[in-house]
């Protein structure tokens, strides 16, 4: 038996309350497509989330050939069962009836349809031809954070190898560049040290710009379920919103945007004086803490309360929290990645655990969060701007063992400098040298910040722009060739979660039309290209899936990710598995650096570092005297004032960010009904105060602009913090009357027509959360409320302002509490 | 006027310099992203050290003038900064970005010797305030010709085999 929930009014759906260090109870999540029931299912097909990067285990119900459902999977370590809103709900729009089925080119102007041949044969000859004219720096690849290891993998090899460009890049640079980037400074090597089941044991959780409960919504119901029960965690949560991580914080900062440095060092500051470090394990661990002490000496809670406006009280308050915890998990996401000061913000969050001593054991450890689905498989495959399997491109001996690999010579892989990042990419497209951008997976139209820019770059004449999509997406509108990708659920491969967990996801439809996997697309371009090894045979000596995932292994063995241990037999039927998985640790590694740090040696480390202010590289004679044994690196950074303030005509600070119901630039949540009906339109949240001093109430139409440009959306009055304005970055023009962008017919409506092109020079990743913006009246609501959701950070103030977010009969979810372990179907509707 | 004195007025004139420099290159280089935000940020850095050395000289009868009040966007700059729009589209102004590095990796790495002779000086003549006023500010010039030379390892490849 269970209970039928509404899983869009409540997104969380029922507790299975639990106690301090107890594990966490199942509960069997099933939600099927009306009119049908458990009974009709023919196939439950394997797979995980490819909407967030929690990796939530479920299986795709299968009937007649088609997807009905999804149930979770009770097995799995990740989720025991349960499904967030996107895991239940965005299946459908695999079945849209705007899928791309067939690929299409350019010819006077507009996009035909044609057939796999003449497109192909257009990317080939192009290709050739700019190897020919202009060499393998005038093709670039942009990737994504929601293919599979396999097809990263197979990119990678054949752009670096292949082609022999530096430029391979994912859209997780906007997502999780930062995060990789503070596990480099901080260990020497990318790897996430800590584990889900972190939040199990630990008695402090601090959520540092992470909105847990709309980004990963599955692992806050963990969260929840610890709340309620025996000894719950305090949390601490840094985020100038009120989300619902802030209403159940024992303590919530929500400092000016900006700011993190101040905060963190403010923090770390106290930690020192108060006398919590953890000497022993600082001696033995780490090298570097006189310098991060005299840094954060003059950084007292009072000098930080003035540059974040938060009370110096409250930062006393984290600090006591965090100085006194027996166990203490950190995670971070956006709110520090997408920041100003990015890497330096996340490396102190790194730098709290490392005094504290608080790392590699159960409840004390560190989770810098990814954003995206697939984006530890875009890091750790090389297609993120990193050598694979976490090579250091400026170390001879990795990139020997890389070519060794690959049977290539080591001069065929360009390392002479570091793999160009995405937004330089952009900017070598804009000055002319790049003349080839193939795109896949992503949105960079809608994603990328300053959109008429992007526009104008992805609309050049001689810029030959291909797009592997599954559908005609704002910057698909933009393309020369746009191929016909299919998606999860429709082909197989792996894809690993934030905490290194990797899942098999098997086939369980057929793709709509011609549209093919992305590893085919891949292996087909390699073959037509005919890239070859030194010895002249095949490059890419892999057909399918499961021989990509073998080829991987191979170039994985002996390094931090080690997929050695791991098959697609043993995935399949189990549970997830944490990398590094191979002879030593068969099933699995839960948590890294409990036992030393162990790749952050000289000749082992992925980077030498970097300077945390200004990007410059750190020398390797300069890393092997800082740290000849190989320790973490306690990195110190001082505060400086973001590049934009408010001011003059520009008075508030805007930052974008995310919703519970939608995904990136909605291809698939947007085309979801119980989704999209959550949250339809794109909305701007600004401060009962300020909605008081400029006149403004709920519902109000506002213009918001930037020296960048302007958006249109309606206004939702929430406990914001004052001075700011909050707009998701989801919504685009695909369902808009103009389609691609603003025009006469359509107002700016994606929150990048305002952002600005500025970097974290450490990460490269863009920012989101600091330009300077002012906000209009263009009409009176009338009545009308926004399209925010009442559920998530986004909800009105007063409560009752507006109708509540639900979804009715059609968003009911199946829950069962103590379900079999052989996740038996639920009972019928 | 002794060499410490000199060598302060040097430094003082060395870092003035450098600050325009980076705040010319920030102009100038508007449509080059990283360029334009961090070179601003590092005038932060020379006009800091021009204070400081600016402090220091009271103590060696020195009467030298702080950074240069930042004054708002004038003509000059404006110019500089829509030429880099109007330019923006072309490739040769890689090359003058390369140029521009490299003069401002020569500026930093001057200011740099005067700040080893400083301290020298400084330990030699057993003036702890000099040896202070050095130990503070090298560093950061060092880190800004870590940076111009990062820049320049970046960027040349594809820059210098495109044009």
């Given at each position: 038996?269970?209970?039928?929930v509404?899983r869009?009014?409540?997104p969380w ?10 594990p966490?109870?199942?509960?069997l999540?099933t ?7 458990p009974?009709?299912v023919?196939r ?6 490819i909407l967030?990067s ?7 119900a299968?009937r007649?050939?088609a997807?009905?459902g999804?149930?979770?999977?009770v097995?799995?370590r990740?989720?025991?069962?349960r499904?967030g809103?996107?895991?239940a709900f965005g299946w459908q729009a695999?079945?849209?009836?705007d899928?791309l089925?067939r690929?299409?080119?350019?010819q ?7 057939d796999w041949?003449t497109a192909?044969d257009?990317?080939v000859?192009?290709s050739r ?15 994504s954070g ?9 990119l990678?090899v054949l752009a670096?190898a292949g082609?022999?460009?530096?430029h ?5 640079r906007?997502c999780?560049s930062?995060?990789a980037?503070a ?6 090597c990318?790897?996430?040290p800590?584990s889900y089941?972190d939040?199990?044991?630990?008695d ?5 710009g992470?909105?847990i ?7 806050w119901?963990r969260i929840l379920?610890r709340?309620?029960?025996s000894?719950?965690?305090c949390l601490?949560c840094?985020d100038p919103r009120?989300?619902?991580v ?5 303590v919530?900062?929500?400092p000016?945007?900006?700011?993190n440095?101040?905060l963190l060092?403010a923090l770390?500051?106290?930690?020192i ?7 022993e394990y600082?001696e033995?661990?780490?090298v570097g803490?006189?310098e991060l002490?005299?840094?954060v000496a003059?950084?007292t809670?009072?000098w ?6 938060v ?20 995670t971070a996401?956006q709110g520090?990645?997408?920041?100003h000061?990015a890497?330096?913000?996340a490396?102190?969050?790194n730098?709290l655990?490392l005094?504290?001593g608080?790392l ?7 989770l810098q969060?990814?954003?995206?689905p697939t984006?530890q498989?875009t ?5 993120n701007g990193d050598l694979?399997?976490f ?5 001879e001996?990795h ?8 049977n ?5 892989i360009p390392h002479y400098?570091?793999?160009t990042?995405a ?10 040298s790049?003349r080839?951008?193939w795109i ?5 139209a809608?994603?990328l910040?300053e959109?008429s ?7 050049q004449?001689?810029?030959?722009t ?5 559908f005609l997406t ?5 393309a ?5 990708g299919a998606?999860?659920?429709e082909?197989t491969g792996?894809?690993?979660n934030a905490d290194r967990t990797?899942?098999?996801s098997?086939?369980a ?6 549209a093919k996997p992305?590893?085919?697309?891949f292996l ?5 290209m005919?890239f070859r090894?030194?010895d002249g045979?095949?490059?890419v000596?892999?057909r399918?899936?499961?021989?990509a995932?073998e080829a991987?292994k191979?170039?994985s063995?002996g390094?931090p990710?080690d997929?050695?241990g791991l098959a697609?037999?043993k995935?399949?039927?189990a549970?997830?598995i944490?990398?590094?998985c191979n002879?030593q640790?068969?099933?699995g590694?839960?948590?890294l650096?409990?036992d030393g740090?162990?790749w952050?040696h000289?000749d ?5 570092g970097?300077d945390l202010?200004?990007g410059?590289s ?7 005297s800082l740290?000849?044994?190989g320790k973490a690196?306690?990195?110190a950074?001082e505060y400086l004032?973001?590049h934009e303030?408010?001011?003059g ?7 974008t960010?995310?919703t519970?119901y939608?995904f990136?630039?909605?291809t698939?949540?947007g085309?979801t009904?119980?989704?999209?009906a959550?949250?339809?339109?794109v ?8 909605a008081?001093?400029?006149?403004l ?8 602009t930037?020296p ?7 206004l ?14 989801h919504y685009?023009?695909w369902?808009a009357?103009s389609?691609?962008?603003p025009d006469?017919?359509?107002p700016?409506?994606a929150?990048n027509?305002t952002?600005?092109?500025d ?6 990743q863009?920012?989101?959360?600091t330009?300077?913006?002012a906000?209009a ?9 926004s399209?925010a959701?009442t559920?998530t950070a986004?909800?009105?103030?007063p409560?009752?302002a ?5 979804g ?5 979810v199946?829950?069962v509490?103590?379900?079999d372990a052989?996740?038996s179907p639920?009972?019928?509707? | 006027?002794n060499?410490?004195?000199?060598t ?5 004139h ?8 980076l ?13 334009h935000?961090?070179a601003q940020d590092l005038?932060?850095w ?7 050395v600016?402090e220091t000289g ?5 009467d030298?003038?702080?950074p ?7 003509l ?6 829509k030429?880099?729009e109007?330019?923006?589209?072309r490739?040769?102004?890689?090359l003058?970005l390369?140029h ?5 990796h020569?500026?930093?790495a001057?200011n740099?010797l005067?700040?080893e002779?400083?301290a ?7 003036d702890d305030?000099?040896v202070e006023?050095?130990s503070f ?5 060092l880190r800004?010709m870590r940076?111009t030379n990062t820049?320049?390892?970046?960027l ?7 044009v």
């Open positions: 038996m269970g209970n039928w509404d869009i009014a409540e759906g029922g507790r299975t309350p639990y106690g301090r260090h107890q966490w109870p199942a509960r999540d939600y099927l497509a009306e009119g049908v029931g009974d009709d023919e439950w097909v394997q797979t995980a989330s967030h929690d990796g939530d285990a479920m299986d795709i299968v007649d050939g997807m009905v999804v149930r979770g999977r097995v799995d990740v989720n025991r069962g499904l809103p996107k895991d695999n079945a849209s009836p899928r089925t690929p299409l080119v350019r006077g102007g507009r996009l035909v349809e044609t041949d192909m257009l990317v000859s192009r031809a700019l190897l020919q004219e202009r060499g393998p720096g005038s093709i670039g690849f942009y990737t929601q293919l599979f290891l396999e097809e990263y993998y197979t990678a670096r082609i022999g460009t530096n391979l890049d994912g859209n997780t906007l999780t930062t995060a980037e596990l480099k400074e901080s260990f020497g990318d790897g996430q800590g089941d939040i199990d044991h630990a402090v959780i601090a959520l540092f992470h909105n409960a709309e980004t990963q919504p599955v692992q119901m379920d709340l309620d029960g000894d719950p965690p601490i840094v009120p989300t619902q802030a209403r159940r914080a024992a919530h900062l929500a000016r945007g900006g700011t440095v101040a060092n770390l500051h106290e930690i004086r108060t006398g919590r470090v953890d000497h600082v033995a661990r780490t803490f006189e002490a005299k840094t003059p950084c809670p009072e930080a309360a003035d540059i974040c406006d009370p110096a009280a409250k930062i006393r308050e984290a600090a006591e929290l965090l100085g006194t915890a027996d166990k203490f998990l950190s996401l520090v990645y997408q920041s000061q890497t330096a913000a490396v102190q969050i730098n655990h005094v504290r608080m590699g054991r159960p409840g004390a450890g560190v969060m990814n954003g995206q984006a498989n890091r750790e495959c090389g297609a694979p399997g090579r250091n491109w400026e170390n001996a990139v020997a063992d890389l070519a060794k690999v690959w290539v010579d080591p001069k065929s400098a570091p793999p990042h937004m330089q990419m952009f900017r070598y497209a804009e000055q002319g790049l080839m951008l896949s997976g992503t949105n960079p809608v994603s910040p959109l820019r992007i526009r104008s770059i992805l609309g004449e001689r810029l030959f291909v797009v592997q999509d599954l704002e910057t698909a509108q933009l020369d060739v746009v191929l016909p998606t999860w659920g082909k792996t894809f690993t990797v899942h098999l098997d086939r439809v057929e793709p709509p039309g011609e992305d590893l085919d697309i087909d371009y390699a073959r037509r005919d090894d030194k045979g095949p490059l000596t892999w399918d899936p499961e021989s995932f991987w191979r170039c063995a390094r990710c997929y050695t697609y037999g995935l399949r039927g549970s997830g944490q990398w590094p002879a640790a068969p099933e590694t839960d948590r650096y409990g740090i162990a952050a000289p082992a480390c992925e980077t030498y970097k202010v200004t410059a750190v020398s390797v004679a300069e890393y092997r740290n000849p044994d690196v306690l990195k950074a004032p973001p303030e408010p001011g005509d520009h008075p508030f600070q805007l930052t960010g995310r519970l939608h990136h630039t909605r698939k949540t085309r009904p119980q989704l999209n959550a949250a339809p339109d909305w701007v949240e600004i401060s009962a105060a300020d008081a001093a400029e006149g109430g709920e519902g109000d139409l506002v213009d918001v930037t960048r440009g302007s958006l249109r959306g309606r939702r009055v929430t406990g914001i913090r004052p001075g700011l304005l909050f707009v998701p970055f685009g023009y369902d009357p389609g691609c962008g006469a017919s359509t700016g409506r929150a027509e952002t600005i092109t970097w974290d020079p450490v990460s490269k863009p920012l989101f959360k330009a300077a913006a906000i009246l263009v009409e009176r609501a009338d009545g009308r409320p399209a959701p559920t986004s909800a009105p103030v409560a009752l507006v109708p509540a977010t639900e009715g009969p059609a968003a009911h199946l829950e509490r103590e379900p052989d996740n639920g009972s019928a509707r | 006027m060499g410490i004195t000199l302060l007025r040097a430094l003082h060395g870092e003035r310099s450098l600050a325009k420099q705040s010319t290159a920030a102009e100038r280089h508007h449509t080059e992203h990283e360029v935000h961090v005038v932060l020379s006009n800091d050290h021009c204070r400081r600016a009271r103590h060696y009868e020195l030298l003038d702080g240069p009040e930042k004054s708002a966007p004038g000059v700059s404006t110019l500089r900064e030429s880099a109007a330019v923006g589209r490739p040769e102004p890689g003058l390369l521009d590095l490299r003069e401002l020569l500026a930093a001057g740099s005067y700040w002779m400083l020298q000086a400084g330990q030699a003549a057993k305030r000099l006023l050095a500010c090298h560093p950061r010039t800004q940076w820049l320049i390892k970046t040349s490849p594809q820059i210098l085999t495109s």
